[in-house]
């Protein structure tokens, strides 16, 4: 009874792979989503002040960090937690893919979510005449946040592995 409780619990992990594909739709909706977006600017672009295009290169930035965040998340994630990825090595095989444990893989995510919020502060002061200063400071302090927690995270992993 145990063992075939104990297989079954093993073999529920697979229940995460459809979860980890759903990953990959997102991918394919930002992707739209960024050419969608690259697609509106470029007959406006000599219009168009420096300031309002170096706003449209951040979102455009954001939504690759997010998209590099979906893939990191999808295929380590996978990996850690329902099967390994049969890739032979050279060709298309990432260098990383295999490497990233679960505490690595949550500070790359830290990593990213800081790296994501850093743009959207400095969307946010690009715009800082628009934008009262107390939504400012809420920004600040809630990056302030993301980047103590992602410290935070780093040094919990650090103690951990020694």
């Known amino acids: 009874m145990e063992a075939t409780l104990e297989r079954l619990l093993y073999a529920s992990r697979w229940l995460l792979a459809p979860i980890y594909l759903g990953l990959s739709l997102a991918l394919l909706a930002l992707g739209i989503k960024f050419f969608q977006e690259a697609l509106h600017v470029l007959p406006l672009v000599l219009e168009m002040k420096e300031a309002d295009l170096v706003l449209i290169t951040l ?72 934008i009262e200063n107390d939504k400012l400071m809420w920004y600040v302090i809630i990056h302030m946040t993301f980047v103590l927690s992602a410290l935070g995270m780093a040094f919990v992993d650090r103690l951990n592995r020694h």
Request: hydrophobic share 55%; proline share 0%.
């Open 59 to 130: 979102s455009l930035v954001d939504i690759a960090l997010v998209g590099g965040l979906i893939v990191m998340v999808m295929l380590s994630g996978y990996e850690n937690f329902v099967s390994a990825i049969d890739i032979k090595e050279g060709g298309e095989k990432l260098d990383w893919l295999g490497k990233l444990d679960a505490g690595s893989l949550k500070q790359k995510v830290a990593a990213s979510i800081v790296a994501i919020s850093s743009i959207h502060l400095l969307k946010a002061f690009m715009n800082a005449t628009q």
